[in-house]
């Protein structure tokens, strides 16, 4: 007979009640931990001098599986050296192994199990095809001495550990599929760990499989710890569109988990097909909230201030809560506070209609029309201006490289040590603002006031030195002394949304940066400051025109003024009279949000 049978009694010298092998498994159960796992760490059972260890346990990434019914009616052990060396593989008798008398079956092929069912047992194969799958199951077994050269001393846990950290890096990091397979990257993990770099798959498929199977099992322990929420399951969801134009909305959800520690979980980024509406939001939202089995449980809804979000909350509000009135609809729409200072900057520095102006910027530039564009920036006062002049220095590297060497040139000049500040400026580039993101616009002020004298001082320089008008800046962009002071405060006014708006990002995880309480204060510290920014700003009384009537009268509210201005404020640049209509109008407006 081809198999080897070995009693386990005669083994043991033992007999009457003992342990099963099953339960011996069980009760030296390998722990998950976050650290690697060897082979000296994995479950073990030991049938007189020899150890054995479960073989799903044992990595080997050519091994595809059993398929042989007998698997239902037993399990493989793999027997180890005491070096660690694998050696034979069994098959032991899940139902001999319940009484005690478990038999080991040496598992080069089906054979001997299959006689062992049959005739101690009575269990055979229950259809008509038992002869051609027993004959594909002894065809799956590996020989003797090929599964020696096939099986590896690696725990099949750090190769999965191994899978996950590989997913994850390719995730976070935003890297192709192909990244691990580089020659290099490999070189330095075979130094690290050969054998396990040669079990983990590094193809691109293996990993764009592995990412789908992780996914998967994500989802369901993401699943398994909303349904222990110790409240209801709020959400937070947006639009995204990637940079290949394809429409994507993500959806988050808040809630305490049983110890009551707030989490936030990432349920689903879904692609969008057809039109933005709220309704077929609505329809998306509704079928993740259903994958994971939370529509009974949902809050509040959070999202920005655009009006299909509105439409998309009542649609799937009644979808949820069928008699839900419709003002509790209304009060389970939960505004985003970030988007609301959004609003509020984007309407002091475009206008009214900001958005009209976003898509008439970003028009002109798709189209290359460069002087129209040129023109329309212009028309936005110092802001305009100040873009048109980064945009000219950031066009080529030899004008920053000119910028550069001026500001050095001028500080060797001065025949002064300038303060650690002053001298990290001249490395510090200009930024160019978008359009379409008002921070940008703050930022790039901020940056050009403390490079001013540079600025300055290229303009000039070029003026003198450049007969080409077109390597110049065009005087309708040059900066006045007026022009920099407007830009100050417009900077001062910027600088309490800024820095609110970069205070609420973040999970909170130590109490700050996202927590409720800042919220509730910056939006009392903002209202308080834009109403003294209200007081400076306001149209004096149409009777009190003379420059002495005005100082008198701006003396109370010199504390309400930004620092760097009060002892300039009898300057008449800082008199609400002398800001344009649309300047004044863009303050009034910022306030108001």
């Known amino acids: 007979m081809a198999a080897q049978q070995q009693s386990l009694e005669s083994i043991l010298g033992i007999s009457g009640q003992r342990k099963s092998l099953k339960q011996q498994l069980d009760a030296a159960s390998i722990k998950t931990e976050a650290g690697r796992t060897t082979l000296a760490d994995l479950p073990t059972v030991q049938i007189g001098c020899k150890k054995y260890i479960p073989e799903e346990y044992i990595a080997n990434k050519n091994r595809k599986g059993r398929r042989s019914w007998i698997q239902a009616h037993g399990f493989f052990l793999t027997e180890v050296s005491p070096d660690l060396r694998i050696l034979q593989t069994y098959w032991v008798c899940s139902k001999c192994d319940e009484r005690g008398k478990s038999s080991l079956f040496v598992a080069t092929n089906t054979t001997s199990p299959i006689e062992h069912l049959r005739r101690s047992h009575m269990i055979t194969e229950a259809d008509d095809n038992a002869d051609e799958d027993s004959y594909s199951s002894r065809a799956d077994i ?11 001393p690696t725990a099949r846990s750090n190769v999965n550990k191994a899978k996950e950290l590989t997913v994850g890096w390719i995730v976070t990091a935003n890297l192709p599929f192909t990244a691990p397979s580089n020659p290099y990257l490999r070189r330095m993990l075979d130094l690290h760990d050969a054998l396990l770099a040669k079990e983990v798959p590094w193809s691109r498929q293996s990993v764009r499989d592995t990412m789908r199977k992780l996914f998967e099992v994500k989802k369901g322990v993401i699943s398994s710890q909303l349904q222990k929420a110790a409240t209801r399951i709020s959400f937070s969801f947006d639009l995204w569109t990637s940079p290949n134009r394809y429409a994507f909305l993500g959806l988050h959800a808040h809630y305490l988990d ?5 989490q936030s979980r990432l349920l689903a980024l879904r692609r969008v097909w057809g039109s933005h509406s709220g309704d077929n939001q609505a329809a998306i939202i509704y079928d993740i909230l259903g994958e994971y089995g939370i529509r009974d449980r949902t809050g509040a809804g959070v999202c920005d201030n655009a009006s299909s979000n509105d439409t998309c909350l009542a649609s799937l509000y009644r979808q949820l ?8 609809i209304r009060n389970h729409r939960t505004r985003c506070f970030g988007h609301i200072l959004n609003l509020a900057a984007r309407a002091f520095l475009w206008g009214e209609d900001p958005d009209s102006f976003e898509r008439e910027a ?5 189209f290359q029309v460069e002087e129209r564009e040129l023109r329309l920036w212009r028309k936005r006062g110092a802001v305009g201006k ?5 945009r000219f220095v950031r066009a080529s590297p030899q004008r920053r490289e000119l910028m550069k060497s001026l500001a050095c040139d001028q500080n060797d000049e001065d025949g002064y040590q300038l303060f650690e500040e002053e001298r990290a400026a001249i490395d510090l ?21 403390r490079k001013r004298e540079h600025i300055d001082h290229f303009i000039a320089y070029l003026e003198t030195k450049t007969s080409e008008p077109r390597q110049r800046v065009p005087v309708q962009d040059q900066l006045s002394p007026q022009d920099w002071l407007l830009l100050a405060e417009i900077q001062s006014l910027l600088k309490p949304l800024h820095e609110i708006t970069m205070r609420c990002q973040g999970w909170a995880k130590e109490g700050r940066h996202g927590a409720l309480w800042e919220v509730m204060i910056g939006m009392e510290y903002l ?8 007081l400076i700003f306001s149209s004096p009384d149409s009777c009190i025109r003379s420059s002495a ?14 620092q760097h201005a009060r002892e300039e404020y009898t300057d008449v640049v800082l008199q609400d009279e002398n800001l344009d209509d649309d300047h004044r109008r863009c303050v009034q407006i910022s306030i108001k949000n």
């Open 142 to 152: 590996h020989l003797p001495s090929k599964r020696r050269c096939l099986e590896s």
């Open 386 to 390: 100040l873009h048109n002049i980064v």
């Open 362 to 366: 970003f028009t002109e530039a798709a």
């Open 549 to 562: 009537q005005r100082i008198e009268q701006g003396r109370g509210r010199e504390k309400h003024l930004p």
């Open 321 to 328: 809560y069928p008699a839900m009135a419709e003002e509790d």
């Open 429 to 449: 580039e200009l930024m160019q603002n978008n359009e379409t993101r008002w921070n940008s616009t703050f930022l790039m002020i901020q940056r050009a006031i």
């Open 527 to 534: 209202l308080n400051f834009f109403e003294e920014q209200n």
């Open 258 to 262: 049983a110890s009551y520690q707030v």
